[in-house]
């Protein structure tokens, strides 16, 4: 089987993918890789979707937040159109609602706010505490060799992001995750990127929605797929703190508060390696069991 695209070449891929082109003043369309997915995994269309706002807004206003919802699954062998309605451009922040349509209908919308960099109170929680660094913690591709089953799920999407369990990822068997309340990830944008600043949100907009579902059935010891959980996600948000670079690495410190009635919420903080907080992401999901 052929390997999946990794490193460069699959961030340069994923670059390709944020490159939307523009159609009028707030219309934009994307694409997605052909991986053969059933549908748009959620954190490419809301980076696409917060690409689309962020080309309507002063490039010197930097994005500090976003929510958004998933209302239907999207297609990955069509284009999906953006239209962006510019909420307001005040004198220090700039609010953008982003809707991604494909079949005239909408599958996801996002509001996402901009603001004009300024000085202010600063703190933040300490970053946690004893954990190892990501050199020193299993990559996927060491995971894939210890279940050669999965390696077929493993080639068949690009690897973009460098993504390293501290414990067990979520696809493993049923029955070889251990329950935690704590979820851990390295992560990092596995090339190099632009300077660009919204280029490097929307990449970590992407990320983010990688591993945070993760976290619910991480409280369990669940896992996904066959004998464990499927689900989808419902909505996001996500809040950017301080400046950062999505290809250096970060940890996703990421818990679930609540889970019922077949949804999950679980909530995520992002540290840089030296502890600086740089962004916060909060997500609920649909999860149901399955069979074996």
């Keep these: 089987m052929t390997p999946p695209l990794q490193g460069q070449a699959a961030v340069d891929q994923l670059l390709e993918i944020l490159d939307l082109k523009q159609v009028d003043a707030a219309t934009f369309t994307g694409d997605s890789p052909q991986t053969g997915a059933q549908r748009v995994f959620g954190g490419q269309v809301a980076g696409q979707a917060l690409v689309a706002a962020g080309r309507t807004v002063d490039p010197g206003r930097l994005v500090h937040s976003l929510h958004g919802y998933f209302v239907r699954p999207g297609d990955p062998t069509e284009p999906i159109t953006f239209h962006v309605e510019n909420i307001r ?34 703190h933040h929680e300490p970053a946690p505490s004893g954990v190892p660094a990501p050199e020193d913690v299993p990559t996927m591709r060491d995971w894939v060799e210890r279940y050669p089953d999965r390696r077929s799920v493993f080639n068949a999407s690009p690897q973009a992001v460098d993504v390293r369990y501290i414990g067990q990822p ?18 990092r944008v596995d090339g190099k990127l632009p300077d660009d600043p919204l280029i490097h949100a ?37 809040w ?37 907080h740089i962004a916060s992401a909060v997500q ?9």
Excluded at 211 to 237: F, I, N, Q, R, T
């Design 89 to 122: 451009d005040g004198r220090s922040f700039s609010v953008r609602r982003s809707t991604a349509k494909q079949h005239g209908k909408t599958i996801f919308f996002m509001s996402a706010s901009f603001q004009v960099p300024e000085e202010g109170l600063d």
């Design 202 to 238: 929307c990449a970590l907009t992407y990320a983010s929605d990688l591993s945070l579902l993760d976290a619910v059935l991480s409280y369990h010891g669940e896992v996904w797929g066959p004998g464990g959980v499927v689900g989808a996600s419902l909505d996001h948000a996500l």
């Design 240 to 276: 950017f703190h301080r400046t950062f670079r999505a290809d250096e690495w970060f940890l996703y410190d990421s818990a679930s508060p609540s889970a019922s009635r077949a949804r999950g919420l679980a909530n995520g903080r992002m540290f840089t390696r030296d502890g600086r």
């Design 284 to 292: 609920e999901g649909l999860l149901r069991r399955v069979g074996a």
């Design 170 to 187: 979520g696809w493993v068997p049923p029955g070889d995750r251990d329950a935690e309340p704590k979820q851990r990830v390295w992560m």
